[in-house]
């Protein structure tokens, strides 16, 4: 007759039994980690890629905003250089804005060329002397001298004096159109007072 089993083998069978199910549970609970692991760990290379992408237009916004603040001080302050030239060069009152437009004079860079900017002005001096002194444009347009008589008294349309006043463009002087903030902040105004003269044959 074979060995009956003893409660001892009994007990050590069973514990036996237990260590190798909670080993086999351990080894699942461990393979499961590592998988939420690895899910963890590329969801963290995600975010950390996208806040990288949110940083880069961040800085990329703020400074197309910088480039676009930085060419308007550039441009007041080429204009303003421009308008002290004009003036020395005996601009008319009230053209110096037609004759930056018309010089094709472009702000490219932080320091303003004073001589080349001098030279763009006594050119636009040459061929429209209508914008300086006291000239008048020549209606000829031969590229002979302009008249110097002053235009005729405009006449009052058919309804002067019924009731309506003639609106006049309002005037700015040296100072005004010589301050660059001025000048930006009236830029439509002195544009139309300036068309109107035009208009009427005083500039």
């Given at each position: 007759m074979?060995?009956?089993p003893?409660?001892?083998?009994g007990?050590?069978?069973?514990?036996?039994?237990?260590v190798?199910?909670?080993?086999?549970?351990a080894?699942?609970?461990?393979?499961?980690?590592?998988t939420?692991?690895?899910?963890?760990?590329?969801?963290?290379?995600?975010?950390?890629?996208?806040?990288?992408?949110?940083?880069?237009?961040?800085?990329?916004?703020?400074?197309?905003?910088?480039?676009?603040?930085?060419?308007?001080?550039?441009?007041?302050?080429?204009?303003?250089?421009?308008?002290?030239?004009?003036?020395?060069?005996?601009v008319?009152?009230?053209?110096?804005?037609?004759?930056?437009?018309?010089?094709?004079?472009?702000?490219?860079?932080?320091?303003v060329?004073?001589?080349?900017?001098?030279?763009?002005?006594?050119?636009q001096?040459?061929?429209?002397?209508?914008?300086?002194?006291?000239?008048?444009?020549?209606?000829?347009?031969?590229?002979?001298t302009?008249?110097?008589?002053?235009?005729?008294?405009?006449?009052p349309?058919?309804?002067?004096?019924q009731?309506?006043?003639?609106?006049?463009?309002?005037k700015?002087?040296?100072?005004?159109?010589?301050?660059?903030?001025?000048?930006?902040?009236?830029?439509?105004?002195?544009?139309?007072?300036?068309?109107?003269?035009?208009?009427r044959?005083?500039?």
């Amino acid at each position: 007759m074979g060995d009956s089993p003893t409660p001892e083998s009994g007990a050590r069978s069973q514990r036996d039994g237990t260590v190798i199910r909670l080993a086999s549970k351990a080894r699942g609970y461990l393979a499961q980690y590592k998988t939420e692991k690895s899910r963890a760990d590329g969801l963290k290379t995600d975010v950390d890629k996208l806040q990288g992408e949110v940083q880069q237009l961040r800085e990329s916004t703020s400074a197309k905003k910088v480039e676009e603040l930085t060419g308007e001080l550039r441009g007041l302050k080429h204009r303003a250089v421009f308008d002290r030239l004009a003036k020395e060069q005996g601009v008319r009152e009230g053209a110096a804005n037609d004759l930056y437009q018309l010089s094709g004079w472009k702000a490219d860079g932080d320091v303003v060329d004073e001589t080349a900017m001098k030279q763009a002005i006594e050119a636009q001096k040459t061929a429209r002397a209508y914008l300086f002194g006291e000239a008048q444009p020549n209606p000829a347009g031969d590229g002979g001298t302009p008249p110097t008589t002053p235009p005729p008294t405009p006449k009052p349309g058919p309804a002067h004096g019924q009731g309506g006043g003639v609106t006049n463009p309002p005037k700015f002087t040296d100072d005004q159109l010589s301050d660059p903030k001025f000048a930006y902040l009236n830029f439509d105004k002195i544009s139309a007072a300036a068309s109107e003269r035009v208009a009427r044959g005083e500039i």
